[in-house]
Structures are given as structure tokens and as C-alpha cells.
């Protein structure tokens, strides 16, 4: 089990910029951080993402044959920053 | 953020099981300490496999380095460790990141606590804090098994000399003769000692496998540190 | 597309290719696939249930499913994710000894795990001898990263199928997505069709 670091590159596939800063609310109990501090689960047939705090799935990822299923309904939030100086870093 | 290929100059064994390897890379746009790249390998006949590594080299060094481990049964860190060559070219893109970053003007005091291979990000921070002219004051802990699988030991003892900086290590399996460092895994009074007592509101920056960095924040919290001043990352296995 | 010079990736098993279904490669490690923190619970604590549209619902506490009689069976197993490992062995109770005797109306199983995950089956894939509750694999004890203490075995399905850490059936009259089918992958997963994801 690793942390929201992990998937920061694809992150990027996704979003077009590196969310690990992003803060993420859980839809479940409210405990909101920053992607990088979640739970991240890689080894397996999608990526899952989980709330640190009650397990809950926050978001998954499967990649079919070269696009990416991205379900992030277990997040009620997930709000990036936008300046100039975050993007500068990816 | 596009792949691109960079050149193999040189390679280093650190440890039995680690190497590092410096890179010649066109066109790189620089990093910040803390940083990783993605690591893509394709074998003749598609095959591709695909891993994350920190950039153990400070953002004005002339080569790209990247630390690895070889763990078992990993195809791609034997790959790095064992096969590759200079002159090889190695796939990659980056730098990826914005959380786990330290730069000078993010001021400290630093506390950097590694675990086994989560030294190679810090390892760039405290480089880049160093050359920067930073008087930014830093103390690392480093935690190992044994003294041989110790990464960069000379370049961190050198350090520690080095005014304002401050290096100890750990050992968790062996107590060498003569050993002046500390023998036993990271508990709450090892970084109580180590780090500066909450008032101070360090910085502090955990990474290494995911139980180290765990018991190292959740004793971090215990003693009352600010969550919002302590950056994790966990380092371990993403094969499938 | 930049070829890696010297690199294979992990070491790939020569097999019969009549055993490797399309897609696949052999390995003779056994990775560990997660979606989640690996469940740890007692012998004590752990009970299997049968539950749903049968007559009596049932339930068996740890001594009274290892009491059940058993198989030892040598199958082949595929990963969704490109892996197949053969000759794998594992001792179980086959889940045709768990529903004898009961009468249902079911058409589909839904397995539930500690954990929260879910795989759902049509039951005739899971009856007729096509699938096992196993808990030893080699001969020990299930490691609980594999599934430990008990995992559904079906090995003419993807693996996503053999679901770990499982505690209870829910035969039911309906189908009800699993936690991969409801993320896109394919609602039954034959490996010999390459059913991967939805759609296929």
C-alpha cells in the first residue's frame, strides 16, 4: 500500500496537471488532505484510491486497452489549485 | 509531459543492491528536490513495464541521477541494477510532483527522516539546501539495516559536518564495533530527540518504505507536530 | 516505440500454448493483487454463510467448514491482469459440497469478502464442480495476502473472480455487479474469449 505519490504521473494522463496537491474530501466521513496523503493500491487490475482515515474507495482508475475509466464518485471534492507556480512543476 | 530518452554515463553501485545511475538527458527542464520520474522499459517484443523513481541528484547538478533498489523478484529494478549499461538509453518523463518538494524559499527548520532507499529524495533536498547557500538549519535521520546498505554514506557524514546540518543514522539489525550512531528501528523518542520540539514548526519530510514512514508521522502527531508541516512518501512495490 | 536493450521483463515461462489462453503470458511467481488493506481475522471470528434465496440460510464456523470434506486439485489460474501461472495447487472445499441438500431458485452468486469486495458468478459457473472456498495453497495454510484464511476458487474465470478473504454467498435471482465489473471490467471474465472488460 502506497500513497497518492504513486499515481502523480497518472495524474497528469488525467488531468493534464499533477493533482498530488489537489485536496480530496471524502464522500463518506468528510476527512479531506491533499491526494498525496491517501491510500493508493497499484498492484492489480485498476488503481484504487482510499481514505486514509475509514477505507472507503475514493476513486479507481482501469485502464482498457490504452484509455483510461476513471469512477471518482467516492470523492464529494477535489479542488487544485491552478496558479501559474504549480503547474511550472510538472 | 511528453517520454523522452536519456543517455546512461554513468553507474554506481551503493550498496550490494542498489545502484545509482546518472543520466545525460536533452532538453531537461530541471526539477525540484523531492521529485520523481516515471521509467518505462520495452522489450523487443512490446512488453512494457513501467516504474516511479525519485531523483536522487540536486536540481543544479549536472546529470539526472536516479537511485534504485533492486527488490525481489522486480523486473524493472533488475533490471536497472544489474543489466543496464553506459551508453544505454533509458525511457523516462518528469519531473512529477508538487507535494513532496523542498526548496529554499519554503524556509524550515528541515527535518529529513529516511527509511532504506527513501534517502534518494532527501538526498536532493539536502544537496539543493547545501548548494544554495540556504542557512536554512537541517537534521536528517537515516535508518537502515546495516551499516553496508548505508546509500551515500560518505557524501551524508560530510555533510553532517558541514555548519547548520546535522546527519545521524540508525541501524536496526546490526550494532557495528565502534558504532557512535543509534541501533534500533525509529520510535517516538528517537525523533523526539531528532527533531526540533513543535514550537519550532520544522518542516519535515518522511520517506521510505510505508510502515517506516507510518510510525514516523503517527510519532510526529504524538508529539504534537502540525500535519500540515509534515510530507510523506511512501516507497514499495507497484509491479503487478 | 524506444526498445529497452537487454530487458524482458519478468521471466516468462515456455508452457503448451493450449493452456495459455490468448493474451496471457507464464510466470511462476505468484504476485499479490490488492484493492485494499489485507483483512486479518481470527479463526475464532471467521465464519462462511450461505445466504439468500435458499431455503435455510447456512453458516459454517471455522472447525466446522474445515471438517467438510475435502479436495486437493491442481489447476491453472489467469490473471486479468496478463498472468497465468499453471499447475497451481490448492486444497478447498468444493462449493458443490456447500450447497447440497439446499434448494434454490438462484441464477447468480454474489460473493462477499471482508473488505467490502464483491464478484459476482452466474451459479452454474460455481457448481457442477467448477469451484472451490480453498484455504490451503502448496500445502499450507492461505497466506492472508492470497486471500487468507479462505478465498473462493475459480480458475475457468479471471482471477478477479476467485475472490479473497471470503465470508459469505448471496445466491440470488438477479445478477448484481462485483466491485471490477461495476469498474469496467467484463460482467463474466472467460479468459479462453478474452472477456477482459465490459464490452468485450
Same mark, same amino acid.
Given at each position: 500500500m502506497l500513497d497518492g505519490n504513486a499515481i502523480a504521473g497518472l495524474t497528469v494522463d488525467i488531468f493534464g496537471v499533477d493533482m498530488t496537491v489537489a485536496v480530496a474530501t471524502c464522500a463518506r466521513c468528510g476527512s479531506h488532505g491533499p491526494l498525496a496523503e491517501t491510500a493508493v493500491y497499484m498492484r492489480g487490475p485498476? #488503481?484504487?484510491?482510499?481514505?486514509?482515515?475509514?477505507? %472507503?474507495?475514493? %476513486?479507481? #482508475? #482501469?485502464?482498457r486497452r490504452g484509455v483510461y475509466c476513471v469512477d471518482l464518485s467516492g470523492l464529494s471534492a477535489l479542488e487544485a489549485v491552478t496558479d501559474e507556480e504549480s503547474r511550472i512543476s510538472t | 509531459m511528453n517520454w523522452r530518452v536519456g543517455i546512461v554515463v554513468d553507474l554506481r553501485a551503493e550498496t550490494d543492491r542498489v545502484a545509482s545511475i546518472a543520466l545525460r538527458l536533452a532538453g531537461w527542464p530541471g526539477h525540484r528536490a523531492g521529485q520523481h520520474v516515471d521509467v518505462r522499459l520495452t522489450a523487443e517484443d512490446g512488453y512494457q513495464a513501467q516504474r516511479s523513481y525519485s531523483i536522487a541528484s540536486a536540481p543544479d547538478d549536472a546529470e539526472l541521477v536516479l537511485t534504485v533498489e533492486r527488490i525481489e523478484d522486480g523486473e524493472v529494478s533488475s533490471y536497472l541494477v544489474d543489466e543496464l549499461r553506459p551508453d544505454d538509453e533509458l525511457e523516462l518523463r518528469g519531473p512529477i510532483g508538487?507535494?513532496?518538494?523542498?526548496?529554499?524559499s519554503l524556509g524550515g527548520p528541515l527535518v529529513l527522516l $529516511?527509511?532504506?532507499?527513501?534517502?534518494?529524495?532527501?538526498?536532493?533536498m539536502l544537496r539543493h539546501r547545501l548548494?544554495?547557500?540556504?542557512?536554512?538549519?537541517?537534521?536528517?535521520?537515516?535508518? $537502515?539495516?546495516?551499516?553496508?546498505e548505508l546509500i551515500y554514506r560518505d557524501e551524508l557524514a560530510d555533510a553532517g559536518r558541514r555548519g547548520?546540518?546535522?546527519?545521524?543514522?540508525?541501524?536496526?539489525?546490526?550494532?557495528? !564495533?565502534?558504532?557512535?550512531?543509534? !541501533?534500533?528501528?525509529?520510535?517516538?523518542?528517537l525523533i523526539a530527540e531528532v527533531a526540533w520540539p513543535p514550537a519550532e514548526r520544522p518542516l519535515v519530510y518522511i520517506c521510505g518504505p510505508t510502515a517506516f514512514v507510518e510510525t514516523a508521522a503517527d510519532a510526529l502527531l504524538a508529539l504534537g507536530h502540525d500535519p500540515g508541516r509534515i510530507r510523506t512518501e511512501r516507497f514499495g512495490p507497484t509491479g503487478g | 516505440m524506444h526498445i529497452s536493450r537487454g530487458f524482458h521483463g519478468r521471466h516468462r515461462e515456455q508452457a503448451d500454448p493450449g493452456r495459455v489462453p490468448p493474451g496471457q503470458y507464464v510466470t511462476s511467481d505468484f504476485p499479490v493483487l490488492s484493492a485494499g488493506p489485507t483483512p486479518?481475522?481470527?479463526?475464532?471470528?471467521?465464519?462462511?454463510?450461505?445466504?439468500?434465496?435458499?431455503?435455510?440460510?447456512?453458516?459454517?464456523?471455522?472447525?466446522?467448514?474445515?471438517?467438510?470434506?475435502?479436495?486437493?486439485i491442481t489447476v491453472d489460474i489467469h490473471c486479468v491482469t496478463k498472468w497465468s501461472k499453471l499447475d497451481t495447487a490448492w486444497t478447498g472445499i468444493s462449493v458443490d459440497t456447500l450447497l447440497e441438500g439446499t434448494d434454490t431458485p438462484a441464477l447468480h452468486v454474489l460473493a462477499h469478502c471482508d473488505g467490502g469486495y464483491t464478484t459476482n458468478l452466474p451459479l452454474e459457473d460455481v457448481t457442477g464442480g467448477r469451484a472451490w472456498v480453498a484455504y490451503a495453497y502448496d500445502g499450507e495454510p492461505l497466506d492472508p495476502e492470497h486471500g487468507g484464511p479462505a478465498r473462493l476458487l475459480v480458475p475457468h474465470l479471471y482471477f478477479w473472480k476467485s475472490a479473497k478473504w471470503l465470508r459469505a454467498l448471496e445466491l440470488r435471482l438477479d445478477d448484481e455487479p462485483g466491485f471490477w465489473e461495476s469498474y469496467g471490467y467484463h460482467n463474466y471474465g472467460d479468459p479462453w474469449r478474452e472477456q477482459r472488460y465490459d464490452g468485450d
Open positions: 485498476g #488503481v484504487v484510491v482510499r481514505c486514509r482515515h475509514c477505507d %472507503a474507495v475514493l %476513486a479507481v #482508475v #482501469v485502464e | 508538487g507535494y513532496f518538494v523542498w526548496e529554499q $529516511a527509511g532504506g532507499s527513501g534517502i534518494a529524495p532527501l538526498r536532493a548548494r544554495s547557500g540556504s542557512a536554512v538549519p537541517v537534521r536528517l535521520l537515516y535508518s $537502515a539495516r546495516s551499516q553496508s547548520g546540518v546535522d546527519v545521524r543514522f540508525t541501524l536496526t539489525r546490526e550494532r557495528p !564495533d565502534g558504532w557512535q550512531g543509534y !541501533d534500533r528501528r525509529i520510535d517516538r523518542e | 486479518r481475522v481470527s479463526a475464532e471470528q471467521w465464519t462462511l454463510s450461505l445466504v439468500g434465496e435458499l431455503d435455510q440460510p447456512r453458516s459454517w464456523s471455522w472447525d466446522e467448514f474445515r471438517a467438510l470434506p475435502r479436495e486437493d
